[in-house]
């Protein structure tokens, strides 16, 4: 079966993003995701999400969802 995942990015922080992921086939909605990303370092240290992608990532940035 062919399935579809759409994600959006709900929420950003210092270091970090939030996003939703919807798994759907044929239309219908098999799973929700609640995803928490954070941003490392080469050394895979905490660091702050650069300028440069903060205003990429702002652009897409998703409104709150009225359905929760």
Known sequence: DELEVRTRLTGMRGASMTAEQR?????????????????????GRVARIPAS?????????????ADG
């Open 53 to 65: 992608m903060r205003a990429a990532f702002n652009r897409v940035l998703a409104p709150p969802r």
């Open 23 to 43: 798994i759907t086939r044929r239309g219908e909605e098999l799973t929700r995701l609640e995803i928490g990303l954070v941003m490392i370092d080469a050394a």
